[in-house]
């Protein structure tokens, strides 16, 4: 396992297995371990910290998909949160957290996570985010281009 060194300044870090990240057809997916920090009194993974797997793998996908000049214009803000909390993730447990891009708006990007249990592949959460994309220079709304669109133009994975 390896640190994460591109977490949100003063933000929590992640301990994410290196080889398990991966792009498949439209979806990306990166491996986590639970962190004994993550685990809340009743003794499962805390409600907060799937929202923030979610968007670290967020993160990561645009991260390793988009052109470095992209990542220089652009940056994302959550504008929606939703998410299903389907079984607990216990402590020691290694998950995956799998995320896709859904229907894209001028403005409005709808981004789809699933958060498994490596072991058995158990559901443990779904999320569905909203996110809209803003330009660094001056912080407006930014309307993204075809070609960068097309990078994440995806159909729902199975």
């Known amino acids: 396992m390896t640190k994460r060194d591109d977490a949100p300044a003063g933000g929590p870090t ?13 979806s990306y997916e990166i491996g986590v371990q639970v962190q004994p920090e993550d ?9 907060i910290v799937y929202l923030r797997w979610v968007q670290e793998v967020a993160i990561a996908h645009w991260r390793a998909v988009a052109p470095e000049e992209a990542q220089r ?3 994302w803000v959550v504008l929606r949160h939703e998410i299903d909390y389907r079984r607990p993730a216990l402590p020691g447990d290694a998950v995956r957290a799998r995320t896709w891009v859904g229907r894209m708006e001028a403005v409005r990007f709808e981004r789809h996570t699933e958060i498994t249990r490596a072991s058995d592949g158990t559901l443990l959460a779904r999320a569905r985010t909203l996110w809209c994309p803003l330009d ?5 709304p930014y309307r993204a281009s075809a070609e960068l669109r097309a990078l994440f133009a995806t159909e729902e994975p199975g």
């Open 136 to 140: 660094a220079s001056t912080g407006r």
């Open 14 to 26: 992640l301990s994410i297995d290196a080889d398990a990240i991966r792009v498949m057809t439209g």
């Open 39 to 47: 685990v809340d009194v009743p003794g499962h993974v805390n409600n």
């Open 73 to 75: 214009q652009v940056f």
